[in-house]
């Protein structure tokens, strides 16, 4: 006899009769998006999914499309980055169709925190197996986001990460356009309000997240989840830059806080406040900009995520 344990995701439910036809969408510029496109599709397809073919050519463009198809389909599937999933947010908020991921960027941070393989046809499986699980999505001035947003240093590496040098490089593109944002990075005053409290810093930089991994594989926070109904902060506040390259371990494993220069906290709700305004990076890409407000919006999004662990009785 199986039984489902009492692990199980908060959030994540069973839901009988799993969507059988499905926009499907893949970002051919994405460094996978290509090749991956035919593959996907024909697991998808083996897996009983009747597929309805859209277009990615800009964010603009995939919200049109999955608001236009809506009442024809059951859920989207999306084969892309982050900043695929990023764009498609707001239309799936408003037409609460479950989302399908085909992990197909760079990073793929979205589909770490979820557990969804990185193989396609794995992927695809997790999507035809039809496990519904309920996700938080953070937003900030009315912008929504997966995985994290963010202030300072992040957004000029958006700025040199070009998709050029994506392509070329993989995730070790992340590094070289870390390398070459730090060179120019310069400090920054800000003012951090949450929970009735007020702190004014000097920061490289601000993130604000609400799943679990971003930047290629980085941990918000040690014990942070994507369902867990909170925000979680910090603030890089390094006089010596140098001083970066030693906590790189403690952002892989989200135990950066055990740093005095690393400021942290958790809220439901934060703003941040500049002298002039400064450009907002949500999930890789420049959404908004200070004054900053952030706010968590619980189970706002159903996503297909692999079913959690079963126990044998």
């Given at each position: 006899?199986?039984?489902?344990?009492?692990?199980?995701?908060?959030?994540?439910?069973?839901?009988?009769?799993?969507?059988?036809?499905?926009?499907?969408?893949?970002?051919?510029?994405?460094?996978?998006?290509?090749?991956?496109?035919?593959?996907?599709?024909?697991?998808?397809?083996?897996?009983?999914?009747?597929?309805?073919?859209?277009?990615?050519?800009?964010?603009?463009?995939?919200?049109?499309?999955?608001?236009?198809?809506?009442?024809?389909?059951?859920?989207?599937?999306?084969?892309?980055g982050d900043?695929?999933?990023?764009?498609?947010?707001?239309?799936?908020?408003?037409?609460?169709?479950?989302?399908?991921?085909?992990?197909?960027?760079?990073?793929?941070?979205?589909?770490?925190?979820?557990?969804?393989?990185?193989?396609?046809?794995?992927?695809?499986?997790?999507?035809?197996?039809?496990?519904?699980?309920?996700?938080?999505?953070?937003?900030v001035n009315?912008?929504?986001?997966?995985?994290?947003?963010?202030?300072?240093?992040?957004?000029?590496?958006?700025?040199?990460?070009?998709?050029?040098l994506k392509?070329?490089?993989?995730?070790?593109?992340?590094?070289?356009?870390?390398?070459?944002?730090?060179?120019?990075?310069?400090?920054?005053?800000?003012?951090?309000?949450?929970?009735?409290?007020?702190?004014?810093?000097?920061?490289?930089?601000?993130?604000?997240?609400?799943?679990?991994?971003?930047?290629?594989?980085?941990?918000?926070?040690?014990?942070?989840?994507?369902?867990?109904?909170?925000?979680?902060?910090?603030?890089?506040?390094?006089?010596?830059?140098?001083?970066?390259?030693?906590?790189?371990?403690?952002?892989?494993?989200?135990?950066?806080?055990?740093?005095?220069?690393?400021?942290?906290?958790?809220?439901?709700?934060?703003?941040?406040?500049?002298?002039?305004?400064?450009?907002?990076?949500?999930?890789?890409?420049?959404?908004?900009?200070?004054?900053?407000?952030?706010?968590?919006?619980?189970?706002?999004?159903?996503?297909?995520?692999?079913?959690?662990?079963?126990?044998?009785?």
């Open positions: 006899m199986t039984t489902e344990t009492d692990s199980t995701p908060l959030g994540a439910v069973p839901e009988a009769g799993a969507p059988r036809r499905a926009l499907f969408v893949v970002n051919t510029k994405s460094r996978r998006g290509r090749e991956g496109a035919a593959v996907a599709a024909e697991a998808l397809e083996a897996g009983g999914i009747e597929l309805v073919h859209g277009e990615c050519a800009d964010a603009g463009r995939l919200r049109d499309t999955i608001r236009d198809q809506a009442s024809s389909i059951d859920m989207v599937v999306l084969g892309g900043g695929t999933m990023n764009a498609a947010a707001p239309a799936l908020l408003e037409t609460g169709l479950p989302l399908g991921i085909l992990p197909l960027g760079t990073a793929n941070d979205l589909a770490r925190t979820l557990g969804i393989p990185t193989e396609l046809e794995q992927a695809a499986r997790v999507v035809t197996g039809g496990w519904m699980r309920r996700i938080d999505l953070g937003e009315g912008h929504p986001f997966f995985n994290v947003a963010s202030i300072g240093l992040s957004v000029q590496v958006t700025r040199e990460l070009t998709r050029d392509r070329r490089w993989g995730r070790l593109g992340y590094a070289l356009a870390t390398g070459r944002a730090l060179w120019n990075m310069r400090p920054f005053r800000a003012e951090i309000r949450h929970d009735g409290e007020v702190r004014k810093v000097r920061t490289l930089q601000i993130a604000v997240g609400n799943g679990r991994y971003y930047g290629g594989g980085m941990t918000i926070e040690e014990g942070a989840a994507i369902d867990d109904g909170r925000l979680n902060l910090y603030s890089l506040e390094f006089e010596r830059l140098w001083k970066l390259t030693l906590i790189y371990p403690a952002f892989r494993a989200g135990r950066h806080g055990l740093w005095h220069e690393v400021r942290t906290a958790s809220a439901e709700e934060a703003e941040i406040r500049t002298r002039r305004p400064k450009a907002v990076n949500t999930d890789g890409e420049l959404a908004t900009q200070t004054p900053a407000r952030f706010r968590v919006l619980r189970q706002a999004v159903r996503v297909l995520a692999p079913r959690p662990a079963v126990a044998q009785d």
